[in-house]
Structure formats: C-alpha cells, structure tokens
C-alpha cells in the first residue's frame, strides 16, 4: 500500500520499505471504514498497519507459532480473553497475527492496553494505528457495538510482570471484561499461550524502581549481568495459541460484584484449563 499523496507520518522513514503482500490483502479484505486520510475513528490505518504487522508477523513466526481451534472464533463482535505473560506483550503480537493471517477469514484484534503505554513515544503511534485502543470502558462498548474483535487480558500487568516462578499459574481477573460482555450480549472467546511466560523470564520485580520511573514493573532477567541487555532479548522457546469454545453469559452488566466475579471465576477456570492442557501437550519448551 503506498500512501496518499502529501500524508507522512513520523514513522514512515524506518518503516516506508516493509511490506508483505498477504498482509495487505488480509488487511483490505477487511471493512475498514476510514476517513479521507485512511484513519477509523480510534486511529486505526490500514496503509500504516501494514507496515508494523510485517515485524509482527516476523515475532510470531520467530516463535515458530502453532495456531489450534481459531475457527471457534465467531463472526461479530467477540472478546479474546488469554493469559498473559512474557513482561512485553508478545503474546498479545501473536495472536493478533494469528487472527489476522490465520483465521478462515481474516479478523483484526483491537487489543485494549494499559494506560502505560500511550505514554511511550513512537510506541503509542505504533499500536493505535496497528488497531490497539486504551484500555476503556467507552472505547470497548463502542468497539463491540460495531462488532469488533476485542483483546483484552483481565490479569493486567500482574499477569505480563510475573516471575518465573509463577508461570502459567493464573493472575485474579478483573471484572471489567464481564461487565462489557453482559452490556453488549458479546460472547467470550478464552484463549491459552503456552511459551511467552518463558519468553523473558524474570526471577524478581524491582517494584519500589519501578514506581519511580513511573513503570507498572522492572524485571530481573537470570542473565544478568553476564549479558546486559541482551538478557531480555526474548528466548527463541515455541508459542502454542488455544482457542476455547465460546462462552456466552445472560445478566443485568451493573449486577453486584459478587455474582459478576462468580461469571469470571468460569472464564477463568476455562483459561486455565486451556493453558494446563496446552502445558501437557506440550513436548518441548523449544
């Protein structure tokens, strides 16, 4: 895709070259409705998008990505809910490519993230015009309503800082998906990664550094110091994606947190379930 005449943007130098021809196919097949300049209404752009999704493609296939059961996903609005793991948000890369590419039609993510990463120069670009959106309740019933898919990981930055020692054991998820869910009538796609809690392993949180640079977390990798920063270069360890069964949930969404917490221990302990079965199917971390 080449872009209108007169539109740049800060990251086309670097990024002006990408390109890959089943992405842009997968990306126009899609129904895009963009303004004049090729922006949706939260900053998605197809001609951009087609650039960042070349180096996520490049991610999901340095992990060698196996891809199982994502013809559950439904037509219409749908939210993904996975694990999350790995301190970068490689997991949420994977699968948004794996729908992009793999699906039996193609379907973008809209991947909601934390309030952290608008923050981030250039980073915050990248991922609102590849189709991510604040993490906000307006944002995620407005998506729905326009029957969108919706990624979203309930554990939060507990779930992408753990520790080594604490992978593939599930965060408490938040409330908040339920509540959308029960809004919209949407139902609920669970989904398990298996390989991006050993991605970048960390043995420690530096909490109290990270609080005042202002970051959700600081990871220790085991490397260190041997390898500096090479030791949160992500580990080439294999990505196995599972797509559940859809979830359907009935109810008032302003009913009381503890019948609403009840309907997230279900998709919970679907989660789980996926991610126990994956660990046993699984014969190698690499």
């Known amino acids: 895709m080449q872009p209108p005449p007169g539109v740049t943007t800060p990251s086309d130098d670097f990024f002006f070259r990408l390109s890959d021809p089943e992405i842009e196919r997968a990306l126009s097949s899609l129904p895009n409705l963009v303004n004049p300049l090729g922006f949706d209404a939260w900053g998605f ?25 994502i013809d559950r996903i439904p037509e219409g609005r749908v939210l993904l809910v996975p694990n999350h793991a790995g301190q970068l948000p490689l997991d949420g890369i994977v699968i948004a490519v794996a729908c992009l590419l793999r699906a039996g039609r193609p379907r973008l993510v809209r991947a909601m993230i934390e309030r952290w990463f608008p923050k981030l120069p250039y980073v915050n670009e990248i991922l609102t015009r590849s189709g991510a959106v604040l993490g906000d309740p307006v944002n995620c019933v407005n998506l729905l309503e326009d029957d969108q898919a919706i990624l979203v990981f309930p554990e939060g930055v507990a779930g992408s800082g753990k520790t080594f020692d604490e992978r593939y054991r599930l965060k408490p998820f938040g409330r908040g998906f339920m509540r959308l869910a029960l809004k919209t009538r949407t139902p609920i796609v669970p989904v398990a990664v298996i390989g991006s809690e050993e991605s970048i392993p960390s043995v420690h949180n530096l909490a109290s550094i990270a ?9 220790v990798s085991p490397f260190l110091p041997l390898l500096g920063l090479f030791a949160y270069f992500p580990l080439p360890v294999r990505f196995s994606v599972y797509f559940g069964e859809p979830m359907s949930f009935d109810g008032p969404w302003d009913d009381e947190d503890a019948r609403i917490e009840s309907r997230v221990a279900e998709v919970q302990a679907r989660v789980q379930t996926l991610v126990d079965d994956g660990l046993a199917a699984r014969r190698s971390v690499f």
């Not at 960042?52 to 891809?67: C, G, K, M, N, S």
């Not at 609080?211 to 990871?219: F, N, Q």
Request: hydrophobic share 35%; proline share 9%.
């Open 45 to 69: 752009c197809p001609r951009e998008a087609a650039r960042y999704y070349v180096l996520a493609r490049r991610i999901h296939d340095y992990f060698r990505t196996e891809v199982h059961g």
């Open 211 to 219: 609080k005042v640079l202002g970051m959700p977390y600081l990871p």
